[in-house]
């Protein structure tokens, strides 16, 4: 395992550091990672906790560049680490953002969602899934090209994974800790965060498994955010990630 996390930390410092995000440190201890991220050359400790990412306040960054930087790098950790089956088709990530509303003489709130989707393991009947999820919301000012944080009173990131059966019916499993609740073909998660402008969950090793097979896999990703400065009104947004079994000739 030792040789597995030095392996995939030396490839990730190779490749994201062209993406402005080099990861240069990894450790766990009583079920607490911390991963170490440089961006832009200052130090970011990232903690995950069950699955939780926290992000530390990052004074004199882009908040939004730090954000987008942490969905990178756990993107690429699953697809570096556990690698991506053939077999499939349709994106890995999406990113979706948009403007929420504008705050006088300060600037445009944006609110975003990012999902991202891994196969980890792909047989004709089983297929496990991992990936990464997160909601994130800042401010940009009028006459500034970087972003600072912009806090919700309440942010909660909601992912749903549906697995679609070629036919009968799926059966879920969850691998325990992480929080995931399981129906018959889709299991979900939801977390609520206040005072904060990021929420991010990192999952792997869901396994579904039908008899004639899965052919279809669905992570819906919704970012719920309440501002009390903007008349107590939620906005949401979504980001979709759908992988399709290609078809054999």
């Not at 009583?30 to 440089?38: A, H, I, N, P, R």
């Not at 890995?92 to 975003?112: K, L, N, T, W």
């Not at 992570?219 to 992988?243: L, W």
């Amino acid at each position: 395992m030792r040789q597995k996390v030095v392996w995939f930390t030396t490839l990730l410092l190779v490749v994201a550091v062209f993406q402005g995000v080099s990861a240069t440190g990894y450790s766990k201890q009583l079920g607490v990672s911390t991963y170490t991220l440089y961006v832009h050359d200052q130090k970011i400790p990232i903690i995950a906790k069950n699955g939780v990412i926290q992000i530390p306040n990052t004074p004199g960054l882009d908040r939004k560049e730090v954000f987008m930087a942490v969905n990178r790098y756990f993107s690429l950790r699953h697809r570096q680490l556990l690698g991506a089956s053939s077999h499939w088709i349709g994106s890995s990530s999406d990113y979706e953002q948009r403007e929420a509303f504008s705050v006088p003489h300060q600037g445009d709130v944006y609110i975003s969602a990012y999902a991202s989707l891994n196969i980890e393991k792909d047989q004709f009947s089983v297929v496990a899934v991992g990936g990464y999820s997160s909601a994130a919301c800042w401010i940009q000012p009028y006459d500034y090209w970087w972003s600072q944080d912009y806090r919700a009173e309440n942010l909660t990131l909601g992912v749903e994974l549906r697995f679609v059966a070629i036919r009968g019916s799926v059966h879920i499993s969850i691998p325990p800790g992480i929080d995931f609740q399981g129906t018959s073909d889709e299991t979900k998660y939801s977390i609520t965060l206040h005072n904060t402008d990021y929420a991010g969950v990192d999952f792997d090793n869901i396994e579904a498994t039908a008899l004639f097979g899965i052919w279809r896999v669905e992570d819906h990703t919704i970012g719920t955010f309440y501002f009390s400065k903007a008349r107590g009104t939620e906005y949401i947004q979504g980001a979709n990630v759908i992988k399709v079994r290609r078809e054999s000739h």
